[in-house]
């Protein structure tokens, strides 16, 4: 069997209005032991389709090939009630803090709110597009938590219930868009990454990749495996809170996305949206078995913001 499963999410695709928890059992059982065992799975019919996968890729691709002083005024930090939504430029991250910066450059939707400045007097419907998709993405993230509380023998609601702030201020859910630009091998530098080694902070990610590879995750036997796209899919992966709220049923796999091969000049993109429960929710063991001490959600992110930019 391949190392990360693919699972049929048909019976609770995006439009089917609701279903039975007695109808999900198949789908959690398969949920379960994706989660389990690897951390990753991949959901087809899910609802959300390549063309509109495409479509935020064509349009965030514009964004990123702008000139530099024409990205800079939607910087990362540049709004007061939204410390992570804006641009981020290439090699400020290192999400390895022992390798040097990432390359890749990132725009992260994080706020919904009206006032926010949006780059759409070069690009037309730039905030349409990112938000549409956030929100189809919030949508099935939803609908996957229920599925996993489920699959646990929990009450359905007892993740969403500290998910009921997705897309406001009080609630640190973000998409992010990513570009990895064409890698000129000359100025590489020793040890550096598209994306180094790391695990996601919240509760689930979704990731959606162009069709360039390089995305790849670390097997229990301490393996890194390659997670290549599969068209029409969406990846899923479990994050570290959850792996804490789950007393590590859950695990949060390490992952990373690898340069291209020497002399190949071609860019990647992907769609990442990370799901963090509401700032003020206090993620417990679901078990009662106090594995893990209770951790406020924010605390715990700004926390890991904070190794993956250089403390201050
Ligand atoms: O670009 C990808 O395929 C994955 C990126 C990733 O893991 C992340 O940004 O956390
Ligand atoms: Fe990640």
Known sequence: MAFIPVVDFGVYK????DT???NLHELCKEIRKAFTDVGFVYLENTGIDK???DHVMDISKKFFLLPEEQKRPFGRGSFTNSGNH???SSETERLNPGRPGDLKEAFNTTSLCTDIKWPSDDL???RDIQVGFFLRCKELSLRVLRVMALSLGLDSEVFLKAHSHIGSDENGSTLRSLYYPPVNAGSVKEGQLRCGEHSDYGSITLVFQSHEAGLQVLSRKGEFISAPS???TVLINIADLMQRWTSDVFVSAVHR????PVGDSSTRQSLVFFVQPDDDAIITCCDGSDKYPPVKSVDYL???FDDSYGRK
């Open 14 to 17: 995006l439009g089917i209005s």
């Open 20 to 22: 039975t928890d007695e």
């Open 257 to 260: 996305v690898l340069l291209p």
């Open 86 to 88: 804006g641009w981020v």
């Open 230 to 232: 599969i068209p029409g």
């Open 51 to 53: 063309k509109e996968v």
């Open 302 to 304: 700004l926390a890991r």
């Open 124 to 126: 037309e419907g730039f």
